[in-house]
């Protein structure tokens, strides 16, 4: 993983995360008001429900799941629904099963080599030398060529079959012809040396790799050395993209109070770099109707949607799923930013993560509910967790866990600014996401870390 390069300024649009701290608790525990944030736009005050006052805020987050269990629940209904018929796996072309999971094991269809082949540019000689050459070289993918006699040897190619009788193969570089035409060769010959043998790599019905293997490029070459067009894999995930939001634009610069659309373009990549296909992305506005007939009509094996997610008169999630009479496994995390999303069963295989509007809340909500959902849906193997010291302070929340966008240098993890809830400039440049204990963590102090799927070594990269 490359680190990105961080801004000299230290204090040039730095987030006071004490002062912001602050200001949240406030308006968690004291407003009695109902206004909700979409993308960074404030909605007018609403006359607040019955219980919406302060006990009732604070016995909201004291249901409010802890961070590692609301990851937990994604990947348990997910596995859930994995036990069911309706994620069977499917046959899938080579040149289309870069990223999913093997649902069967790789067995070889041939021994590798299926035949004895030249492992360099050379001779193929036979008995002791110094040896006649023959006229007709060898060269790969051409048909067996006739055996060698002792003292004969032929021309050979890389990859080429090694004629019968053989005994070894004299390098390029360790072989001459004298003023006869004669080879000899400048240093020992080794029998069977520089002969790969017909089976050396595997044998037919060998076990080359184990269900569960996610298909890399390396995977894909293997499977077409073996003998395969296709492979038995898990299928990606359907997932529709639902935006929410009358104040957002999608394109120019914002004006007159409304504000440009960040999530409609950054999710779906980042989901499709999560495993998923990305089936549908609509904008629907505020409309609860426009939000029931998405949700209630969609095929998708996941929902997410965007905003919505709070207790504001436009804030339609929460009431369209109780209306559809859809489970909320988590509704609340104990974590910064974005803490108000949720995750919801809506049907028995399909779900609905419900992330917030601000952007990078977002963004912990995909890594908090959507990541582990989608991961444990395609079968992929989950990453081994990993912890680096962070090089400065990362203030905490008094009572949440809190995600910090870093670089990485060298062993050490650098917290970057503009991580406030509605800021992307930190994790646009960021490697990955410290996990910030509930008090913050000291200079030195470990920190697990979630890698962006750009920025790790891994699949993660392909975003089409």
Known sequence: MTARS????????RTEDADELDVEEALALVRDDNGSTHQGGHRPPAPPPQGSGPAARRDAHHKATPWPEARASAARAARAVNRSAHRAPVSVRLDDALGLTLAAPLDALTDLPSFDTSAMDGWAVAGPGPWAVRDE????????????????????????????DTTAVLRSEHGQT????????????????????????CRSGDQLLPPGTLVTPAVLGLAAAAGYDTLAAVPRPRVDVLVLGDELLTEGTPRGGLIRDALGPMLPPWLRALGAEVTAVRRLGDSAEALHKAVTTSQAEVIVTTGGTASGPVDHVHPTLQRIGAELLVDGVKVRPGHPMLL??????????????NPLAAVSGLLTLAEPLLRTLAARPAPEPYTLPLRDEAHGHPYD????????????????????????????????????????????????????????????????
């Open 401 to 464: 866990t809190r995600l910090v966008p870093v670089v990485l240098r060298g062993d050490s993890a650098i917290p970057l600014h503009y991580n406030g809830p509605a800021m992307l400039r930190g994790i646009a440049a960021a490697d990955a996401l410290a996990v910030v204990p509930p008090g913050g963590s000291r200079p030195g102090q470990e920190a697990e870390l979630l890698d962006l799927p750009w920025a790790s070594a891994g699949i993660g990269v392909c975003f089409t």
């Open 6 to 13: 961080l801004r000299s300024d230290e204090n040039a649009g």
């Open 137 to 164: 070289g060898v060269l790969a993918g051409h048909a067996e060529p006739a055996p060698l006699t002792d003292g004969e040897a032929a021309r050979i190619a890389t990859g080429a079959r090694i004629p019968p």
């Open 344 to 357: 919801a069963r809506t049907k028995e295989n399909q779900h609905l993560v419900g992330l917030p509007g």
């Open 178 to 201: 004298d003023e006869k035409g004669r080879l000899h060769a400048t240093r020992e010959v080794v029998p069977g040396q520089d002969i790969r043998p017909r089976g050396q790599e």
